[in-house]
């Protein structure tokens, strides 16, 4: 990816007059923000490993794999968060790692980890870059010097049990990769997130990932059979069968673990056969709160789409829902849901069938297929856009959360209500992403005209909105993770007693503290 945008530059998406026009008149976004800045012009901190350091890890993986040039430490800096973006615009010296590593297996990492346990060098993951929760930063904490270590030599698909449904994965195989390794054999994995395109394997599991896919496929975590983590103190090798009762699962200690544990380095997975039928349909709904009520009948009856997803009248009324037509007019006054059903012929017809009785039912106005294969055909598409409202002179940037169905109402309006007070004039779009039966992930876009320092004004913004999670019973992230954004409310996520248990498994599997630090806990 580009070291200081979204994605590959060839996809950037430049402003719309729609766009344009949505920014001065309702924002007040004038102009230009600080101009970007060329990757050849950007002062790197030198590296502050030591001739003796450099020597121990080139021993570790081999002279090739282990950089301290300025081009490949600048772009593991950090990951694609706005605060990550606007902070590569600096024209002062830029931090970053002081050395990257590419390990080719599990020997390779337990070496590295072996060195920098000894050397006290800290250590940070990295997979596709794409956290946006500060997951990547390279913290120091106590140590003298940083590394990023990067997994992308871990690619291979280790095996695929066509039999079981299930495939052994390299935590370096990205989501399009791991398509094309599955597909070739008539499977698919179905883990569609936003940052598909370029995330790991590794990353999904390090993270707790949802896809867009979540309501026929689940999360990630839901389709994780087993994994192998080196750690400092050893590696383990979790997941034998498809459901246990041999005491605690450890599989979910490490999942969403953000490799403050241990490095993940392969991941078993449930895999399906591709599916041989798709069926589309968009449909509107009068307001938010009916759309949200009818969501919620589809998932508990159990109708079955792949995908269903409601966004609220504001991010209809600017298109954004669907990305191909965003701050034209709208193609709906109300709110726009999205359903996909994927399987095979019969089973995708019957339960396209009961879900649409059910919507109309419900108050649901179908729209048909187009808006449905417009937002699956720019779904990827959206970051980019972001890159564009920022070099523009706006601030944008999202949040998500989740709640219980009953808690869905106070969630919103606290989370609106505490952005908006907090930029001013700003324009909050929300949509429930990801269903469940018992509640709903909310996941919200933010855009405002960037005023003084456009750093502390998110990050007023970022606290004030998690404040609002707090205080309303929700999580303070649903599958961003928690990285060193949202660590500050980990407390009041999982109480004192839970820090004392994660900071325990901390001491136990990483005594010298050298896994990426300063991240997850408090």
Not at 48 to 76: I, M, Y
Request: glycine content about 12%; aromatic content about 6%; hydrophobic content about 40%.
């Amino acid at each position: 990816m580009k070291w200081n945008a979204w994605g590959d530059p060839q996809a950037a998406r430049p402003l719309s007059d729609g766009i344009k026009a949505l920014l001065k008149q309702a924002l007040g976004v004038e102009g230009p923000a600080a101009p970007d800045l060329d990757i050849a012009d950007v002062r790197v901190r030198p590296s502050a490993l030591t001739d003796a350091d450099r020597n121990a890890l080139q021993g570790a993986v081999g002279a090739p794999f282990c950089r301290v040039d300025d081009s490949s430490r600048l772009l593991r800096s950090g990951g694609k968060s706005t605060l990550d973006l606007l902070r590569r615009k600096d024209t002062g010296v830029q931090d970053a790692p002081d050395a990257v590593l590419f390990p080719a297996d599990e020997n390779d990492v337990a070496e590295i980890l072996r060195v920098c346990g000894e050397r006290r060098i800290a250590v940070v993951p990295f997979g596709g870059g794409t956290s946006v929760v500060g997951g990547l930063d390279p913290e120091r904490g106590d140590f003298a010097a940083v590394i990023s270590l990067d997994l992308r030599r871990l690619d291979a698909l280790h095996s695929l049990d066509e039999v079981s449904g299930e495939a052994e994965l390299g935590a370096g195989v990205t989501g399009p990769r791991a398509e094309e390794l599955l597909g070739a054999r008539g499977f698919s994995l179905g883990h569609f997130p936003q940052s598909f395109q370029f995330a790991t394997i590794g990353g999904f599991a390090a993270t707790r990932s949802s896809g867009q896919d979540s309501a026929g496929y689940g999360r990630f975590d839901d389709m994780v059979r087993g994994l192998r983590v080196v750690t400092p103190a050893g590696v383990l090798d979790l997941g034998r069968a498809p459901a246990s009762a041999a005491g605690p699962d450890l599989r979910q200690l490490m999942l969403g673990s953000e490799g403050v544990f241990g490095i993940i380095t392969s991941v078993r997975v449930r895999v399906h056969p591709v599916s041989r039928s798709t069926r589309y349909e968009a449909w509107s709904f009068p307001d938010f709160g009916t759309g949200a009520d009818a969501l919620r009948a589809v998932v508990q009856t159990g109708t079955g789409p792949t995908v269903i997803r409601l966004s609220d009248e504001v991010e209809t009324g600017v298109n954004l829902a669907t990305t191909e037509s965003i701050g034209e007019q709208s193609i709906t006054g109300g709110c726009l849901a999205i359903t996909v059903f994927e399987g095979s012929p019969a089973h995708t017809e019957s339960r396209h069938a009961e879900t649409a009785a059910l919507l109309r039912s419900r108050g649901a106005t179908s729209l048909g297929e187009a808006a449905a294969r417009n937002w699956e055909h720019g779904r990827f598409g959206a970051p980019y856009l972001r890159d564009s409202l920022l070099s523009a002179g706006a601030l944008c940037e999202t949040l998500e959360t989740a709640t219980t169905w009953a808690g869905v109402p106070a969630l919103k309006a606290a989370v609106t209500a505490a952005l908006t007070e907090s930029l001013g004039q700003a324009l909050v779009m929300c949509h429930i992403s990801h269903v469940y039966p018992t509640g709903a992930s909310l996941y919200f876009t933010v855009v405002a005209a960037q005023q003084g320092d456009p750093i502390e004004q998110w990050r007023r913004a970022k606290a004030a909105a998690s404040d609002a999670m707090v205080r309303t019973g929700a999580t303070i992230t649903h599958h961003h993770a928690v990285g060193a954004d949202h660590r500050p409310w980990m407390q009041a996520e999982i109480g004192d007693l839970g820090v004392d248990v994660l900071r325990a498994v901390k001491a136990r599997l990483d005594p010298a503290g050298i896994l990426n630090p300063g991240k997850l806990i408090p």
